[in-house]
């Protein structure tokens, strides 16, 4: 009983700490509490992002269907500059985590100003277009003239400040990669509960701020992420970080920005894989009613709430590999990959097992109609069946990318994705007429297949040898 309560002792101990963030070697330290420092930010960090997610349309939807066909419109198109941020932070927190392991800080400096300095430059071009051609746009998506009228200065405003989304992407894959994943958890925490305050405020107005309706969804949003943009840039360059940054290092390298772009084309590479044949998949579902649509979708909320713990988990792994390498010790590397995919795999079991003996009373709290409660619920059940591989299969797949190995994900993606899922769930859906299952059953499928390869060619252990 007394052991009992000292391990509880310890475990609110090391909560308190990875929450803290107080600097560790995670390269010297036991592996299972190098997993647990990184893992924790990193998991409340993801459930942050969540709820404001939700929080955020949850606002939105009372201003009209425009507001939220806008929203929806938007974000498909600054989903390209999610790539190129997802793939840019990939290879921020690859080479990042490398020099650390070297204990080269000045090295992860550098290349921490070059990742900020290309995300700027990217940026820059979207907020060109965006401002100058927001209605343009929206056209071209579709939108019908009164959205457009409504909802073109949501546009303006997200696509013209997209900057803040680049950088606060990029500068917490550059503390992910030091190992100081609580500072990226503060930082999420502060932008996203400036938006969850700000919403209302500018979308229904408040004392002398004016209604701007959704336009004011996306004021707040730059508002709270810009805020915490300025916070990430006082501790790079004021301390409380490995990375220290200074005003002698704001120059540009060419081969440390060239070796920054050759890692994240991978990384861009995997995102649009993976978004395209979602993209795909949603057409196929459209072929059977806007009740089986609403089940999926809402099942694929449900899911992301428990996904996200999980990612916060591989994205520990990530960090784990690129400072181990760097400091020369591939075997701890992989070790922290067994381990973490270990835990992650107990916990998606556990999550699996809910959906599979709750999916109908969970699927209700959100819709109450039959058709989409029984179609939401085959779907959480299906997918859940194959979680325990999801989890092994995404700490796989992030540990290649934590190595600066992003092609081998981004062939193991076009292969399971394009090659694999899609032309299975067209042909059992459509073709053989098994309907919302054949979709359910490829997106399953797949994932068992990504962890099968993935975990066969990290086997081979070639991504010990990659130069970053």
């Known amino acids: 009983m007394q052991s009992t309560k000292i391990s509880f002792k310890q475990f609110i101990q090391f909560f308190i700490t990875a929450v803290k963030g107080k600097e560790q070697d995670l390269t010297a330290i036991s592996i299972r509490r190098a997993i647990f420092m990184l893992s924790i930010p990193m998991i409340l960090e993801m459930l942050m992002e969540s709820i404001f997610a939700l929080v955020d349309i949850l606002y939105v939807s009372k201003v009209s269907v425009n507001a939220v066909a806008t929203i929806g419109l938007t974000e498909s198109v600054i989903t390209l500059v999610y790539a190129v941020a997802i793939g840019l932070s990939m290879a921020a927190t690859a080479i ?27 940026a820059t071009i979207v907020s060109i277009f965006g401002i100058l051609y927001a209605k343009e746009i929206l056209a071209l998506m579709g939108a019908q003239p009164d959205l457009i009228a409504e909802g073109h200065g949501y546009t303006q405003w997200l696509l013209g400040g997209n900057v803040t989304i680049m950088l606060l992407f990029l500068i917490n894959a550059i503390f992910r990669g030091a190992g100081n994943a609580s500072v990226a958890m503060w930082t999420l925490i502060l932008s996203n509960g400036l938006n969850i305050i700000l919403d209302p405020m500018f979308i229904f107005g408040f004392g002398p701020i004016p209604a701007y309706g959704v336009e004011g969804a996306a004021i707040a949003t730059n508002i709270g992420r ?16 490995k990375i220290k940054v200074r005003v002698k290092d704001i120059v540009i390298r060419t081969a440390v920005m060239f070796n920054l772009i050759k890692v994240s084309l991978g990384g861009i590479g995997q995102f649009l894989i993976g978004t395209s044949s979602w993209v795909f998949l ?44 760097g400091a020369k010790q591939p075997d701890r590397a992989e070790k922290s990959v067994w381990k973490t995919s270990k835990f992650n795999a107990i916990f998606m079991g556990i999550v ?46 992030q540990s290649f990318n934590g ?53 066969i060619w990290f086997k081979k252990g070639t991504w010990k040898t990659v130069q970053v």
Request: with cysteine.
């Open 96 to 122: 990042v985590a490398r020099r650390v392991g070297e204990k080269d800080l000045g090295g992860a400096s550098q290349a921490a100003v070059q990742v900020i300095i290309l995300g700027i430059a990217v």
């Open 226 to 241: 810009g805020t915490a943009v300025l916070f990430q840039l006082a501790i790079l360059f004021y301390g409380y970080s």
């Open 282 to 325: 949603m057409r196929i579902m459209s072929e059977f009613g806007s009740e089986v649509l609403a089940g999926y979708t809402i099942a694929i909320r449900v899911m992301m709430f428990t996904i996200m713990p999980a990612w916060g988990m591989s994205n520990a792994a990530a960090t784990l590999v690129g400072q181990n390498l």
């Open 352 to 397: 699996s097992i809910i959906y599979l003996l709750f999916a109908p009373q969970i699927i209700t709290l959100f819709n109450t109609n039959p058709e989409v409660v029984q179609n939401g619920s085959l779907c959480l059940r299906i997918i859940a069946s194959g979680y325990i591989f999801f989890g092994y299969g995404m700490v796989v797949i």
């Open 403 to 455: 190595a600066g190995d992003t092609k081998t994900p981004t062939y193991i993606n076009f292969v399971c994705f394009w090659l694999f899922q899609l032309p299975f769930a067209y042909l059992f859906a459509i073709t053989l007429e098994f309907g919302p299952v054949g979709v359910f059953s490829a997106i399953t499928f797949a994932e068992i297949l990504v962890a099968i390869i993935g975990i």
